[in-house]
């Protein structure tokens, strides 16, 4: 009996079922060999410091993310049958939605990378203004002209205003169409154009945008004072900037791989020294005819994110839409005496000129000839290079030449240097 007293002491309390009744056995000790001492303590279920939170969650959420892990389709029967989506796919959903948080893509292959940037788009990632820029720049990053290769926003002054800091976040960029966007000579879009991240450009539009002779100087201050930005440029469309004059045009001598220029509809009068100029310094000649390469036919949005500029622009367009009477009421301009007045005004023409005007002017356009080897391209050539031997300095001449730096330092005007500062 003593072991058992050591054996209930040091287990605790046992319970026996007896004619389907529950009965203690401590109770039959104490009845035949009287009470347990008082220093058996009871065993406890939990130790001390357990505790027990009861968390009750939405049945509709917990069941909501398992849905979209599988395929649900019909069979020919009529049944609803349901198959299991690829790791894969879960996997880059999972990643689409938090593309922000990605530190870095570079090395990632670009198969999954294209699939990727697909599913970040689908969930309109690129749209938010808290994680489109962010998620743009990483994949501009690591795939340059994959994400974007051409970008025409050719009249869409509202969407550039809306999306500025996406449309900075592109690099790699090779056509690039600004036209009638109005956006002056300190637009902040003007002086990305000149940083690194767009000096892949190749084909530039920026027709009609108020630009002058100021915006011409700063457009092409990097490549001449620091030979960075533009250099690459081989196409410039500068028509309907009537405040560019021939002083601005010699800014243009910089871009030395330059093959075709439109300044139809500038301030620039066509004369013998402009074409002059041009020649000279540029290599271009005048175009008999109108250049294909200036009727923006092929102005189109290529790239992975061809889509995206596409949902930028329906919502720019959904916002702003147009009233459908913009006349005020006649009676009220009858009273005021005002109605002839602004009759006079809607009479008045659009400031975007119509296509039988624009053909009826006259064509300002340059390009670079194409060059064969002939006879005359021969004697060109050995022409230019009796030049070159004339401006040469003469055998035995004292005179040392001047230090390239020295010639920079002449060239630069103190506009050029405040520029320079600048950057």
Not at 44 to 65: H, I, N
Not at 84 to 93: G, Y
Not at 367 to 379: E, F, I, R, S, V
Request: hydrophobic share 30%.
């Amino acid at each position: 009996m003593c072991s058992y007293r050591r054996s209930y002491e040091e287990c605790g309390p046992v319970y026996v079922r007896e004619k389907g009744e529950l009965r203690r056995v401590s109770e039959a000790l104490n009845t035949e060999d009287g009470p347990l001492p008082s220093r058996v303590k009871p065993l406890r279920l939990f130790q001390k410091g357990f505790s027990v939170q009861l968390c009750v969650s939405d049945r509709a959420q917990t069941t909501s993310p398992r849905k979209d892990h599988f395929i649900f389709t019909y069979t020919k029967e009529g049944s609803l049958r349901y198959s299991p989506k690829s790791l894969l796919n879960i996997a880059l959903k999972f990643i689409a939605e938090n593309v922000q948080h990605i530190d870095s893509l570079i090395g990632f292959p670009e198969q999954m990378a294209e699939r990727l940037f697909t599913a970040a788009e689908e969930k309109h990632t690129f749209s938010d203004p808290k994680t489109g820029v962010k998620a743009l720049q990483t994949f501009s990053e690591a795939y340059g002209n994959l994400v974007l290769n051409s970008l025409c926003l050719r009249s869409r002054f509202l969407l550039v205003s809306e999306k500025l800091e996406e449309i900075k976040a592109f690099s790699g960029l090779r056509s690039l169409d600004l036209s009638c966007c109005k956006l002056g000579d300190d637009h902040e879009l003007l002086e990305h154009l000149t940083s690194e991240a767009l000096s892949s450009l190749v084909h530039l539009s920026l027709g009609d945008n108020c630009l002058s002779d100021s915006g011409l100087r700063k457009l092409t201050a990097p490549v001449r004072v620091m030979k960075r930005g533009l250099g690459n440029l081989q196409r410039l469309d500068l028509s309907c900037n009537p405040m560019i004059c021939a002083h601005g045009i010699g800014y243009l001598s910089c871009f030395s791989k330059l093959q075709s220029l439109d300044l139809s509809a500038t301030g620039v009068k066509l004369n013998d020294s402009l074409i002059r100029m041009l020649k000279d310094k540029v290599g271009l000649i005048r175009a008999d005819h109108p250049l294909e390469d200036f009727s923006h036919l092929n102005c189109k949005t290529e790239g992975w994110a061809e889509q995206v500029i596409h949902q930028w622009d329906s919502l720019t367009s959904e916002t702003t839409k147009p009233k459908t009477n913009l006349q005020p009421r006649t009676n009220a301009l009858r009273f005021y005496g005002k109605e002839r007045c602004l009759r006079e005004v809607y009479k008045t023409p659009s400031l975007q000129l119509s296509k039988e005007e624009s053909k009826s002017r006259e064509k300002l356009q340059f390009h670079k000839p194409h060059q064969t080897l002939t006879a005359g391209n021969t004697d060109s050539v050995s022409h230019i290079h009796k030049k070159r031997v004339l401006v040469s300095p003469q055998e035995g001449s004292s005179e040392p030449m001047p230090a390239p730096k020295r010639q920079c330092a002449a060239q630069l005007s103190p506009e050029d240097w405040d520029i320079l500062n600048s950057y």
